[in-house]
């Protein structure tokens, strides 16, 4: 056999080649491969095994003793949107309520605003450059949501940018449809309306192939746990996987619905009931847990995740990626928050980047992994091990991204 690529000289391996979202204590138990090499041919590995061993190649590439894992799997994010809020920084500073805020043209308003005045190619254009970064981190599978349209036009111009940018990017992208992210003015007295409104819409998404997924933003002051119901049923009857943003800030059994509606994810979790990280444990349901975003907003409800764990739940971990609440693509520095505040190991944290965050968006099979007869996507590191991303914290530690057998990014040295 000759290769397309072989990497050798890796120093430490992580495959991550686990059946299924890996569950509870589990999560802490990892397998590394010392002196490894992998070889790739046609896009996708052929082989995992020892330097020593590993079979010639048109190209080889020497990790020089580094970590080499699978890309990192982005689970969460809310990658198209117009504009941006640095002004309100000053004013959550200074104490400005969000409702105060919102009164003066920002929060989650102005980027719908900002999303409905923008043109397809604008949003395109910025969706691209947020992919670059996040791939430049190690990233190479990324789900997208829409969510900031609430209305007909703009959602589904949302979904046809992230549908161009997953044909024009390099990165996976996966899908999901966010229309229920809040309410309009237009709606604030009939939600259920909106609701009837943005379900309109899934005939005409599931015909053009826009979304995978249907997510929903459960939350007091939002959507019932009545009304989020509802809607994700029609989404089912429609052939939508789902999904929920699910007790965020008020613990109104958002988990309990994910689990009851056969969610391949619950997201959020921070403030889940204990009898709702129960159910959790004991369903297919994995948690999606988004530190990143109760850290930028100063907050101290993180998820209990060691919980969690403990009653073997299936944890990712995500950005959360979005212009108001988590202003960051750098999915390495969302491990480090997860180590420092939810207690999370570096083995833990691993998975919860990889093969349970796959499994999160259906990439199951596709994604998370280094595995014969997967795609070739893997990274390698500027680290010896993997208990140094989370440890040294708040920089890019990628050294060699590839894609699909392909090198898509390599840090250049500045001498």
């Known amino acids: 056999m000759q290769a397309d690529v072989v990497i050798t000289n890796i120093g430490q391996l992580l495959t991550m080649n686990k059946q299924g979202p890996v569950r509870g204590k589990d999560m802490n138990e990892l397998e590394t491969i010392e002196n490894a090499a992998v070889a790739i ?78 043109q397809s190619g604008e949003l395109l254009e910025k969706a691209l450059f947020h992919l670059d970064r996040m791939a430049m981190h190690g990233i190479t599978t990324v789900e997208a949501k829409s969510g900031y349209g609430l209305d007909k036009e703009t959602e589904l111009k949302q979904l046809n940018v992230v549908k161009q940018a997953n044909e024009s990017h390099p990165l996976d992208i996966v899908s999901t449809f966010l229309g229920a992210h809040a309410i309009p003015p237009e709606y604030k007295d009939d939600p259920e309306a909106f609701l009837d409104s943005m379900s309109d819409l899934f005939a005409e998404i599931r015909e053009k192939d826009l979304a995978r997924f249907v997510d929903i933003f459960t939350e007091k002051g939002v959507f019932t746990v009545d009304q989020s119901r509802r809607y994700l049923q029609k989404a089912k009857e429609h052939g939508f996987g789902v999904k929920i943003h699910a007790d965020e800030i008020h613990p109104l059994g958002g988990t309990e619905l994910a689990v009851e509606m056969g969610a391949i994810s619950g997201d959020h979790l921070a403030v889940a009931s204990d009898e709702g990280i129960r159910q959790l444990a004991d369903s ?77 968006i259906g990439e199951g099979d596709n994604a998370g992994t280094i595995a014969v007869g997967r795609r070739a996507d893997v990274v390698i590191w500027d680290a010896p091990n993997y208990m140094y991303i989370p440890y040294h914290y708040g920089v890019n530690h990628a050294n060699t991204v590839i894609k699909n057998g392909a090198v898509l990014y390599e840090r250049q040295e500045i001498r």
């Open 41 to 118: 041919q046609e896009r996708k590995v052929a082989w995992i095994g020892k330097t020593a061993e590993a079979p010639a190649a048109e190209k080889t590439i020497d990790a020089g003793g580094k970590l080499v894992t699978p890309g990192l799997v982005e689970p969460h994010t809310h990658l198209v949107f117009g504009g941006s809020r640095e002004k309100e920084m000053a004013m959550k500073q200074a104490g400005v309520p969000y409702l105060e805020i919102l009164e003066k043209g920002g929060g989650i308003l102005s980027t719908v605003r900002a999303t409905k005045e923008a």
């Open 284 to 360: 297919d349901t994995i948690g999606v847990i988004l530190p990143g975003t109760i850290f930028y907003l100063g907050k101290d409800s993180y998820a209990p995740a060691c919980k969690m764990m403990d009653q073997r739940a299936a944890l990712a971990i995500s950005t959360d990626f979005n212009p108001g609440s988590s202003v960051t693509e750098n999915l390495q520095l969302i491990m480090s928050i997860a180590a420092l505040k939810l207690k999370m190991t570096p083995a833990e944290i691993w998975h919860a980047v990889t093969v349970n965050a796959a499994h999160a």
